[in-house]
């Protein structure tokens, strides 16, 4: 591949700041909620259901609609003049309960008037009567009723069962792993503008502006072509902007229509966390079959997630799941099973990670119990049973590359792991009420959709006559830098410095039918579609000039803003002005759909992965034995972005996702009472990660001389969602301190690992 079309060029690889940055810093940058308001703006607030699960005998909008004035309106289900169904996988998925409501917090209606105070009362006044039904509230409730919103799934390999019954030494356990709100700065906010002749423009913070396209013209019963969809930029969505904003648009789109104004719909934080699902949390089952040196022989494995009321992406979340279950190790037979419980709750949704967490966190406690009992060490038995190259996943993948070996031997190399561990036993030994825990997790994660479709992407690529490049692609950005680097991609191509490439928001009138900017892959497959037009872009000029100037096209370098021949030299503005008035064309459109990718789910063969992304960490913790309070004193992460296109970036992708990760384990607790109303719905009960809850030495590096050894952009590698993962090291070592002060070789530590479960942990707590 040393191809000089895809050779890394400058301004690839440079660590440029996020193209955002000082707007970002100046509170310059433009969110929804930030653009001038349009004449006859009207607000929209949602009306939500008290109950958990009831039947809507009467709703009456009466007195909210005396408070709304003659300005004001309300819809419900019946006003909707389309298809009430936003399911992105399976439906019908309402967006206003009709008839039946299946969450406390579910939108009954929608209220709208010029004056947002105004609109909050008559959304409070809004009055239904219920016939209650029975509550499934929790996966052991839903899995007792066999209750699910898809079937439950197996991937099978070899005979688990006997692999295990006939293995040297068997363990088995189950533990709980905690959901988490994605606690996104912006919250979900939409902006329904109604254009000439029915049409509608829909402002969004989406991830998947497409999605919200389609899901607006089917509620409305409109063509797509009748909807635009833009998103100049979010202020983070983190999974939790790929379904669920088509709800909010689609309201506000419904209200726009019926009242021919501009509507706006942007929920408060309240009212977020208690409409919209979050990541699913799981229960998980293993049973392992291994010999005397802790090699698998066979892995059974059982995971139960809570979907919520609705499918949405839940079937795909536990797939990943089920695909990442085994980490990064081998084992001849081995059988996991996924369940997407039907619960009484909010649909649970895509966050970082999209079960690839859970299942990876699932494979870890599984080692970390086997290493414990056999008294190997975690790291050394982790590497007895890394795949090597030539090996079957469970699903099927054959393996061709395994970074892991190298990395664990770069991480550890000068992060005193040896002394470390003995001092940390010799102190553990003493008096005191404070224990100490270390914890490595290595990271292996497969890069590509594992819906097969959804891995393409389209470009648009404008050059104007001044030399000035306009950008427009299929992907959003939503704080990760996906705009930065695709522009860093497009000034490499053609030769110019990046800020002579502008950004332009996503629209679904530039680049139709985008996938969500998901999965990790948006550089992926925005960037090697925007690659794609600039080089029709650059072959044309290329062509252009030869004929013009002399010399073969394939001689001709674009580089620092100039256009060279072999005898002969242009500015790009004056080779571009010259290509124009000769009637060249100087813009167009590209696309890219990832090769080599497919997988046959009934049969559990074939390639879902293009490429993994790997990484490790080694985290030392500490807790108070007295009051549960943990703390991680240092965090060595080391993160393999391939080739990296902007190693700024990339590093902020890794150190964020290790935060938000280590709040997943630690902090954020979703509680709910015994009504199923989420108790937790903001920021005074639900505690996200802060500054101060950084590890004090905290390492973080980027895998040296890395390549990506398949073709992807520059041999780059995704880097937006596997580094979260990397936080598991974290729940090690705090489950490490905890078995220290139990004095047990193992324990069981539900994540997350609040104060009150490292107190159950360690034994000072009775067991729930
Ligand atoms: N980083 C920031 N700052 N904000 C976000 O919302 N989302 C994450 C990750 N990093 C997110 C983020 C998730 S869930 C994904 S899938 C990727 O970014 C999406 O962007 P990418 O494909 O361009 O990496
Ligand atoms: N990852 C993230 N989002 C998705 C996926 C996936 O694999 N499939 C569908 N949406
Ligand atoms: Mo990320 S969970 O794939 O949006």
Redesign the pocket.
Known sequence: MDDPATMPRAPLGLPLPHDSATLHVTGEALYVDDLPEPPGLLHAVLALSPEAHAEILALDLDPALTLLGDNGLAVTARDIPGINDVGPMSGPEPILADGIVAYVGQPIAAVAAPELARARAAARAVRATYRRREAVLDIPAAMARAQYVCPPHRMTRGDAAAAIAAAPRRLSGTFAIGGQDHFYLEGQVAMALPQEDGGVRILSST?HPSEVQKMVARVLGLPEAAVTCEVRRMGG???GK?TQPAIFAAIAALLARRAGRPVKLRLDRDDDMTITGKRHDFHVRWSAGFDTEGRLHGVEMELAARAGHDADLSPAIVDRAMFHALNCYRAPAVSVAGYACRTNTQSNT?????GGPQGMLAAEEMIDAIARDLAIDPIELRRRNLLVPGDATHYGQRIEHMALPRIFDALLDGVGYASRRAEIDAANDGPGFIRRGLGFAPVMFGISFTATAYNQAGALVHLYTDGSVLLNHGGTEMGQGLYRKVAQVVAAELGVPPGRVRLAATSTDKVPNTS?T???SGSDLNGAAAADACRKIRSRLADFAARAHGGAPDEIVFADGHVRGPSWSFDLATLATQAYRARVQLWDSGFYATPRIHYDRARNTGHPFYYYAFGAALCEAAIDILTGESRILRADLLHDVGRSINPAIDLGQVEGGFIQGLGWLTSEELVFDRDGRLRTHSPATYKIPTARDLPPDFRVRLLEGADNPVATIHRSKAV??PPLMLANAAWLAIKDACAAAAGTRHVRLDAPATPEAILRACGRLPAR
């Open positions: 991830q969505g983190f999974g790929e895509a966050f970082r990670g999209f969500a998901a999965a990790s937006g969602e």
